[in-house]
């Protein structure tokens, strides 16, 4: 009981020396005490006294309130003053919880605070009280500003993303307005991300959280209790943050029974003679080396030549523009891959009465084939004989080359030419002269393997070397 009586008088004692305001008293303990921990816990047992308390945990290295906008009333309350107010800013939504929206640029009375922006339709909104008075609220925690200008076409345009995926345009005309927005919000959100921890971003279209730079607010600061990344994992952030890539003896092994069961595959890989066997691969007619194609048809001449001369021969001479004149193409595609097919070939039917289709699918033929008609090696011969001035040497000249080519080449060509003479005998309905034929067939039989010189000289030489050998057939021909 004595005890109990002393320790009443020591609180009678103290209670009349403690101060009527609280403020005087955290002014007086805080110059008193020299101890900065001291000083600070001192300053927190005072507020967490008052009954209301903010939301937010007042970080202890805040020492002066006020740059954080936080006031502290009578009642101890908290109020978040606004760092910009009162300026139009042309907002675009264009992102709400990682789903995109339409752009619509909308001019709004903008507001900022510590850890939210505030968008108002109107101006008389702000100082309305009513809830339904804001249009908009940007919170600002976790979020990431950046200029851009690849998602809208004005000038001075910045965007904002929110930790919960939304994401922001902002713009304005004047650049000095816009940089001091950008800087301010920029400024908030570092102050209220650093507060809370650092936050999450959630990528866009996605319930996926972004991982953040490390150039961010936050990163860096996760707290005691997070989970710490597995060994494998940080095995590959080691590997990858290397110099050099390293692979693990697991990897080389995979890497060697890869290439091991590749390298079987192929070995059992049946070949391309097998296939053609069996009817899987055909050969094509299209794109065939002449000589080989003569070998596998068993004739000097290939069939689809002798076809399409036969049917010009037989309703095609007298035709206006035949061989100048081009055919449908898709029509011409369709004949070719019939062809190539090796189905059965009747060029008298219906679907071919057209005979430009047949003309056109000749000179693809010959335009298509892996070395032309005139061999790459006897290109430059022919351009010399062409040049001899006397017209007896010419043909001789010109004569002795084509019996030097190939038999495939020799008779084809021969085919070819001569009914190409039969096609000048009816030049007066068709319409086709010597140079009209050498334009249309002097690239189509010839060409060099390499064009080291001017194209235009070399077309000049193929036009007059077909001339040439379509005047004189007979006497090379021996017609």
């Known amino acids: 009981m004595a005890g109990t009586r002393i320790t009443n008088k020591q609180l009678t004692v103290i209670q009349p020396l403690q101060p009527p305001a609280a403020t005087d008293t955290v002014q007086k303990r805080v110059k008193s005490s ?4 001291d000083r600070l816990s001192q300053s927190k047992s005072m507020v967490l006294q008052d009954a209301d308390l903010p939301q937010k945990p007042i970080s202890r290295h805040r020492r002066n309130q006020s740059q954080h906008n936080v006031a502290v009333s009578g009642g101890g309350a908290s109020v978040l003053k606004p760092l910009l107010k009162g300026e139009h800013l042309n907002v675009a939504k264009i992102s709400e919880g990682g789903k995109k929206q339409k752009k619509n640029w909308t001019q709004m009375w903008s507001v900022l605070t510590s850890d939210q922006l505030l968008l108002y339709k109107e101006k008389q909104a702000e100082s309305s009280q009513k809830t339904g008075s804001k249009t908009d609220v940007v919170a600002l925690c976790g979020a990431v500003i950046m200029w851009t200008s690849e998602k809208s076409s004005k000038k001075n345009v910045f965007q904002i993303t929110t930790n919960t995926g939304s994401e922001y ?16 919000i920029r400024r908030s959100v570092d102050a209220s991300t650093r507060a809370d921890g650092g936050f999450p971003l959630r990528r866009s279209n996605s319930s996926d959280y972004l991982p953040r730079h490390s150039s961010l607010p936050g990163h860096g600061s996760a707290p005691s209790s997070s989970k710490q990344p597995n060994a494998a994992h940080r095995r590959s952030i080691n590997m990858f943050g290397s110099s050099k890539l390293k692979h693990s003896t697991s990897d080389s092994a995979d890497k060697n029974g890869v290439k091991s069961r590749l390298k079987k595959f192929i070995i059992r890989r049946p070949s391309m003679k097998t296939l053609q066997e069996k009817g899987l691969i055909k050969d094509r007619v299209f794109g065939c080396q002449l000589s080989t194609l003569c070998q596998r048809e068993g004739n000097s001449v290939p069939r689809f030549v002798q076809i399409c001369v036969d049917a010009v021969d037989k309703r095609g001479l ?3 523009g035949i061989y100048r004149v081009s055919g449908n193409l898709a029509v011409i595609q369709k004949l ?7 189905e059965h070939l009747d060029l008298d039917h219906s679907q071919w009465e057209d005979i430009h289709v047949v003309t056109g699918a000749l000179k693809m033929f010959f335009r298509e084939l892996p070395e032309p008609l005139f061999p790459f090696r006897f290109f430059q011969p022919f351009v010399d004989a062409i040049k001899i001035k006397e017209s007896k040497q010419k043909v001789q000249a010109v004569k002795k080359l084509i019996l030097e080519l190939p038999k495939p080449n020799k008779d084809t060509m021969k085919l070819l030419f001569s009914h ?6 009816f030049s007066r309905k ?5 140079q009209g034929i050498g334009i249309v067939f002097g690239p189509t039989l010839m060409w060099a393997e390499q064009d080291a010189g001017n194209m235009a000289v070399n077309m000049v030489y193929q036009n007059q070397i077909i001339e040439f050998i379509l005047t004189e057939s007979q006497e090379i ?3």
């Open 34 to 37: 020299q101890n900065t921990t």
């Open 169 to 184: 345009l902002l713009q304005t005309d004047s650049y000095s307005t816009a940089v001091q927005w950008f800087d301010a």
């Open 318 to 320: 007298e035709v206006d």
């Open 336 to 342: 070719r891959f019939m062809v190539d097919q090796e």
């Open 420 to 425: 190409l003479h039969r096609v000048l005998a």
């Open 430 to 434: 068709n319409l086709m002269s010597t």
């Open 477 to 479: 021909f021996n017609l």
